[in-house]
């Protein structure tokens, strides 16, 4: 059996094929915490959990290909491994695959919130030149502060994700701000960015 796994964003693709299955009931598909690149947010636990199941292919003779999922995962380095169960009850464990979530490139950019137009919630992407602490803001249309959606500690070369809910604010034209302080040892740097993004309900 062959098993992968790649990062793309902050979500895990999984991979894995077979020659031949004999009385294969199916691959339950496992992940635990290796480390969190985010003070605030430490791994609950280093235990294998879960997160999915995919049925087998019994008895045959025929290679067979599986593809699972992981989505919307925190930064950070995770393993990935199969625990194949027989129709018996038979268990055999595969993989134990390490892979780092949410590389980036050390730039400072903010992308545009997706979806825009949105209805209620949408998603807001940023990444960092260098450590040192980000905050998201939210401004209405005539530049009053109406919300702050992220405010923490970051790593540079890291992809960052925060979903601004406007589920209680009305239809219109709102800004989200970028505001980045970069600390050196030196003292320290400040750079923000704004965009736009439309509200329809």
């Known amino acids: 059996m062959t098993f992968i796994a790649k990062a793309h964003r902050l979500s895990a693709e999984l991979h894995w094929s077979t020659a031949t299955e004999v009385h294969n009931y199916g691959f339950g598909i496992e992940r635990r915490t290796v480390d969190s690149w985010l003070a ?81 919630e949408s998603r807001v992407d940023f990444t960092l030149p260098a450590d040192g602490r980000a905050i998201v803001l939210v401004y209405n249309a005539i530049g009053q502060e109406i919300k702050t959606i992220y405010d923490a500690e970051v790593m540079g070369g890291r992809l960052y994700q925060v979903v601004f809910d406007g589920s209680n604010l009305p239809s219109g034209t709102y800004f989200y701000r970028l505001v980045f302080e970069s600390k050196d040892g030196r003292g320290s740097a400040r750079q923000d960015l704004t965009k736009r993004m439309i509200l329809v309900k």
């Not at 003779?61 to 990935?80: T, V």
């Not at 892979?99 to 997706?114: D, T």
């Open 40 to 120: 605030s947010n430490p791994p609950s636990s280093h235990d294998w959990k879960e997160i999915g199941f995919e049925l087998g292919a019994g008895t045959s003779n025929a290679p067979r290909q599986y593809h699972f999922l992981d989505r919307d995962l925190k930064p950070g380095r995770y393993a990935y491994r199969l625990r194949q169960i027989d129709n018996d009850g038979t268990v055999n464990y595969y993989g134990d695959v390490e892979i780092e979530i949410g590389l980036a490139p050390r730039a400072f950019v903010l992308e545009q919130n997706y979806p825009n137009p949105f209805n209620s």
